[in-house]
């Protein structure tokens, strides 16, 4: 099955720099890849999804992600944090089946 | 406005009774999932439904059930044989459960606690 690591379990940044959440993948092959959003006590929203169309996905909220097969990588990134940031940030795999494949995700602090 | 719905927001359980979490959704979408949620943990999948009147085991069925008798819906009953209920279930669906690129949509959840 798919897999992927989240390297950091919590972020902190300040309002107004820059966010990285890093994500590396597990996979022979170029896999399909969600980066999902949940606030506290709230389900999770799509941030966005790579598709294998382009490298660089852009999704919702001023994020984006680039796919780098060449490290394995899926990581994403803001330029600006906003307070309204601030929640639990998921990559994920679709595996066989429908199946979506979270871990722990990282916390994003933002400090004003 | 299309979406997934899951009633109620909170849950109280007494020890040993069976309690059902609804979920319905209006996206016309053939795929259902349920998931489980403990603090500071990732989604683990109970069960998950790609059609009408079938579905399959998850990561941690035992102690649950489930139908599928409707499109639009996917209760799922938490029994008394499950050890550890109390958590944050989260419903979800998708267009179909073949699709890789097809994101799953969430509903808001339901926060189960047992006394």
């Known amino acids: 099955a798919q897999s992927v690591t989240q390297l950091d379990s919590h972020v902190s940044v300040s309002e107004g720099t820059p966010v990285l959440l890093r994500c590396n993948y597990s996979?022979?092959?170029?896999?399909?890849l969600f980066w999902y959003v949940q606030h506290p006590n709230k389900g999770l929203q799509l941030l966005l999804k790579y598709t294998s169309a382009a490298t660089l996905v852009k999704g919702i909220n001023g994020f984006e992600a680039e796919f780098k097969k060449s490290e394995t990588s899926f990581h994403l990134t803001k330029p600006s944090a906003h307070m309204s940031d601030a929640a639990e940030y998921f990559c994920?795999?679709?595996?066989?089946?429908?199946?979506?494949?979270f871990g722990q995700g990282t916390e994003l602090s933002v400090k004003p | 406005d299309g979406g997934i719905t899951q009633s109620p927001k909170y849950l109280f359980r007494k020890e040993g009774q069976n309690v059902t979490l609804s979920c319905e959704q209006n996206?016309?979408?053939?795929?259902m999932y349920w998931y489980r949620q403990d603090p500071g943990q990732g989604l683990r999948l109970i069960y998950y439904s790609q059609i009408v009147n079938d579905f399959q085991k998850g990561d941690i069925a035992e102690g649950y059930s489930v139908s599928r008798e409707k499109k639009e819906s996917f209760p799922l009953t938490v029994t008394s044989a499950q050890k550890n209920p109390t958590a944050f279930y989260l419903c979800?669906?998708?267009?179909?459960?073949?699709?890789?690129?097809?994101?799953?949509?969430f509903g808001p959840g339901t926060r189960l606690t047992v006394l």
């Open positions: 994920v795999p679709y595996n066989q089946g429908g199946k979506l494949i």
């Open positions: 996979s022979s092959y170029s896999p399909s």
């Open positions: 996206l016309n979408h053939d795929a």
């Open positions: 979800a669906s998708s267009i179909d459960g073949m699709g890789s690129y097809n994101e799953q949509f």
